[in-house]
């Protein structure tokens, strides 16, 4: 079963550092893989995802994250971290097969706080 | 905007009353999907449906039922709320345009809360 494990539940960064968040996920084969973001009061916004080619992938707002097979993780960064990103951020999963069982797994979500 | 509605946002109920959530969804999808989110645990599948009347569980279906009689409306009922039910619950919809990648679309969720 596809499972997605985000071993941080709070990151505390100061304003202008670097930010990495991490996500594992466990699937037997290339999985599509996802970052959302979730500001307080707010549903869940898309910030990339990775579905083939370039493991590198850019998102919104700055983000991008690398998806490494060899280690099963598809972690997320940002080179220069603003206040307005402070927010609870989840790593998801979907196998690639498609039909009605194709159902996205979620991490449980690390909250970023950002000191000014 | 991915044209997702839930109703109602905010509400309080009692133990033991009914409660339905409404999802409206104006994207003509064919996948809708009821996620309940709960600190410490993320986003857990509730419930989730593949088309008018064709619905499945998700990992945490107990106490919950749904109903899709229509495309564009997919409704989530607790027949009887227990206080464990309380959490911010959030409509889905799949984007099914070209190359199906699983990526959902979320409405802005609906925070029940019961006493």
């Known amino acids: ?116 | 905007d991915a044209g997702i509605t839930q109703s109602p946002r905010h509400k309080v109920t009692e133990t033991g009353t009914p409660v339905t959530l409404r999802c409206h969804q104006t994207e003509n999808h064919r996948y809708m999907y009821w996620y309940r989110q709960d600190p410490g645990h993320g986003l857990r599948l509730i419930h989730y449906s593949y088309g008018v009347k064709d619905t499945d569980k998700g990992e945490v279906s107990d106490g919950y039922s749904v109903s899709r009689s229509k495309t564009e409306d997919f409704l989530l009922t607790l027949e009887s709320a227990t206080s464990s039910q309380t959490s911010v619950y959030f409509c889905a919809i799949r984007g099914d345009r070209g190359l199906d990648t699983g990526e959902l679309f979320f409405g802005e969720g609906s925070r029940l809360t019961v006493l």
């Open chain 1, 1 to 116: 079963a596809q499972s997605v494990t985000q071993p941080d539940i709070h990151i505390t960064v100061s304003e202008g550092a670097s930010l990495e968040l991490r996500c594992n996920y466990s699937y037997g084969a290339t999985p599509y893989l996802f970052w959302y973001v979730q500001s307080p009061g707010q549903g869940l916004q898309l910030l990339l995802k990775y579905f083939s080619g370039d493991t590198l992938v850019q998102g919104i707002k700055g983000f991008e994250a690398e998806f490494k097979r060899s280690q099963s993780s598809f972690n997320l960064r940002k080179p220069s971290v603003h206040w307005s990103d402070a927010a609870e951020y989840f790593c998801a999963v979907v196998a690639r097969y498609g039909g009605a069982t194709n159902k996205l797994i979620f991490g449980t979500g690390t909250l970023l706080a950002v000191q000014p």
